[in-house]
C-alpha cells in the first residue's frame, strides 16, 4: 500500500524530524539546540514564504501575457475561427507562464468541457489576480449574452494593458522611495552598532558597581533582575538568553542588549522589506525579496562585527 505525502507538508515534517534529531543527540547542549530550532524553523517557513513569492510572480508575468493572448484570440476569431477553434490555435503559441494554462483549457475543451466552465477553472486558478478573474468574468458574460465577443476581448485587452502600464509607472516613481528605505534600514543598523560599541562599556562599569554617596543607584543587569524575580518585563528574557547561547554573545549585560539589538535589526529588516513591496508593487508579498535582502544583510553586519569584536 503505497502513501501518498502532500508536497507542501513536506518541508514541516522536515523540520519536524529535523527537530528531533537535534532532541536525541545534543539534548544536553542547550546551545546546540537552540541552534536546531532556528535551523528547524528556517526549514518549515522558507519554502512556503519563497513559494508564496514565486507563485507572486507567476502571476504577474501571466498577467503580462494575457492582453497580448486576448488579442490573439479576438485575431483569430476575425479570421473566422470559433472561440474553441481560437483557444486552441492559441495553445500553439509562447505566451511564456500563461502557455500552461492556455494548453490546460485546450485539452479540457478537447474533453469535451463547456466553454464556460473552462473559463471558470482557469479564473479559478489565478484566484491571486483581480486583473484576470474580471477580465475572465466579463467574457463569460459577453458570450453567455451573445454579444460581440471579439470586440469585448480587444477592449479587454486594451483595459489590462492600460492598468499594467499604469502599475509599472507607478512602480518607477516609488523607486526611489525603495531606495530611501535602504538607506534608513542600513542607517539604523550603523546606529545600533555605534550605540553598542558606546554603551556596552559604559554599562559592564556600572553594573554590579558600589554605589557611593555622589551615585543615586547602580545599574542593574536586566538578565540577573530576570533570573532573580520575574515579571512582565521579563517576557523575553528565554527568547534572548536562547540568542546569546546561539550567536555567542557573550553572558549578562552584554548577552541582554546584543540579543535586544540583534532581534530590533531582523525585525526592522523583514518589516521594511514588505514595506518596500507594498509601497513597489502595491502587496506585501512582492516585498519578501526586499526582506530577506534586508534580513540577511543585517544578519551578516552584525554577526561579523561581533565576531570582529567591533561591538
Not at 150 to 169: C, H, L, P, R
Not at 206 to 217: D, E, K, L, Y
Not at 257 to 265: D, E, G
Amino acid at each position: 500500500m503505497e502513501i501518498e505525502i502532500d508536497r507542501r507538508k513536506i518541508p514541516v515534517i522536515a523540520a519536524a524530524l529535523w527537530f528531533l534529531f537535534g532532541v536525541v543527540l545534543f539534548h544536553s547542549d542547550p546551545a546546540i539546540m537552540a541552534n536546531f530550532v532556528l535551523i528547524a524553523v528556517l526549514i518549515g517557513v522558507l519554502p512556503y514564504i519563497l513559494m508564496s513569492y514565486f507563485e507572486y510572480q507567476r502571476i504577474k508575468s501571466i498577467e503580462d501575457q494575457f492582453p497580448l493572448f486576448l488579442r490573439d484570440i479576438a485575431e483569430s476569431q476575425k479570421a473566422g475561427m470559433s472561440l474553441p477553434q481560437a483557444l486552441r490555435n492559441a495553445a500553439k503559441v509562447d505566451y511564456g507562464k500563461l502557455t500552461p494554462e492556455i494548453k490546460k483549457m485546450s485539452d479540457q475543451l478537447s474533453w469535451g468541457i463547456p466553454l464556460q466552465e473552462v473559463l471558470e477553472r482557469f479564473s479559478k486558478r489565478m484566484k491571486d489576480s483581480k486583473i484576470i478573474r474580471r477580465s475572465v468574468r466579463i467574457l463569460i458574460e459577453a458570450y453567455n449574452s451573445g454579444g460581440n465577443i471579439t470586440e469585448t476581448m480587444e477592449s479587454t485587452a486594451n483595459d489590462v494593458t492600460i492598468i499594467k502600464e499604469a502599475e509599472k509607472e507607478r512602480k518607477s516613481m516609488m523607486s526611489q522611495h525603495v531606495t530611501m528605505l535602504y538607506l534608513i534600514y542600513f542607517i539604523f543598523i550603523v546606529i545600533v552598532l555605534v550605540l553598542s560599541k558606546t554603551l556596552f562599556p559604559i554599562l559592564e562599569m556600572s553594573t554590579g558597581a558600589p554605589a557611593t554617596g555622589t551615585q543615586v543607584g547602580t545599574f542593574q543587569d536586566p538578565m540577573a533582575a530576570c533570573e532573580e524575580s520575574g515579571g512582565v518585563y521579563c517576557i523575553f528574557h528565554p527568547v534572548f538568553s536562547a540568542i546569546c547561547m546561539m550567536f555567542s554573545f557573550g553572558t549578562g549585560v552584554n548577552c541582554f542588549y546584543k540579543a535586544l539589538f540583534f532581534s530590533v535589526v531582523i525585525i526592522q529588516g523583514i518589516f521594511s522589506g514588505l514595506v518596500c513591496g507594498q509601497i513597489s508593487d502595491n502587496s506585501a508579498r512582492a516585498g519578501i525579496k526586499h526582506s530577506l535582502i534586508m534580513t540577511s544583510a543585517g544578519f551578516a553586519i552584525f554577526i561579523i562585527t561581533t565576531r570582529l569584536g567591533i561591538v
